[in-house]
């Protein structure tokens, strides 16, 4: 009589090496895959940085090269209008001057009041007006060292000639070191042009204000004797 025993039966196909193979190199493919989208990630985000410092630099060039072109162009229409008002009033004493020993002889002395104030108007107009055009002298005792501690400017030629040849290269090669010495080298340049121009156009404001004032005053003082004459 045969007996019967219990046996459990495994429904689950049996493993083989090729299978587990197969898994494995999906499972690395999956890893491999993973690390390359991290690292494309990383590729991407350097250019678009590149991208921001590089348009960063751009507008600073930007930024200095326009104030440099402004500065520049205030000092052209100073100097500009310092010779018109030297031309015109140049023009205008040889004028009363040659005209002067003609009329001094045909006219009553009390004319030659407007005819002062004109003169003396137009003579403090002109000096304003050099004073504006002429070169402004400075005095520079500039030291290598200077340089490096930012008290001096390598771009301002008083400071520059205070130096030697060599002297000069090895500052400027210690400017160009980094972008922070060159853009204080800048700024400290676009400053002391606006001092320049600050100064010019006080003195031409001066020398138009004169020339306004002493035209309006001699014109009105003729008038004023000319109408007590008549009465």
Known sequence: MSTTSSQVINLDPPSSPLADNIEDTAKA???TKLKNNKKNSKIKIKPKLAELESA????IDSMYRNAYRTQLDLIRLADNKSNIMISIN????????????????HTEAIFFI????????????????????????????????????????????????????DEYVRAVDQACSSNEHI?????????????????????????????????????LSFL????????
């Not at 960063?56 to 507008?59: A, C, D, E, L």
């Not at 140049?90 to 002889?105: E, F, P, Q, R, Y």
């Not at 007006?129 to 005792?141: I, T």
Request: net charge positive.
């Open 29 to 31: 493919l999956k890893k």
């Open 56 to 59: 960063s630099g751009r507008s």
């Open 90 to 105: 140049g023009l205008i004493l040889s004028v009363i001057v040659t005209a002067w020993a003609m009329i001094k002889n």
């Open 114 to 165: 407007p005819i002062s104030i004109f003169i003396l108007s137009s003579l403090f107009s002109m000096f304003f007006s050099v004073l504006a055009a002429r070169p402004k002298k400075y005095c520079s005792s500039a030291q290598f060292d200077d340089f490096a501690k930012k008290k001096a400017n390598l771009m301002f030629f008083y400071d520059q000639v205070s130096l030697s040849a």
């Open 183 to 219: 853009y204080n080298h800048m700024s400290r340049h676009i400053y002391r042009l606006g001092l320049v121009i600050t100064s010019k156009f006080k003195l031409l404001n001066m020398a138009y204000s004169l020339f306004i004032y002493g035209l309006c005053i001699s014109v």
């Open 224 to 231: 004023l004797i000319e109408f007590n004459l008549i009465l």
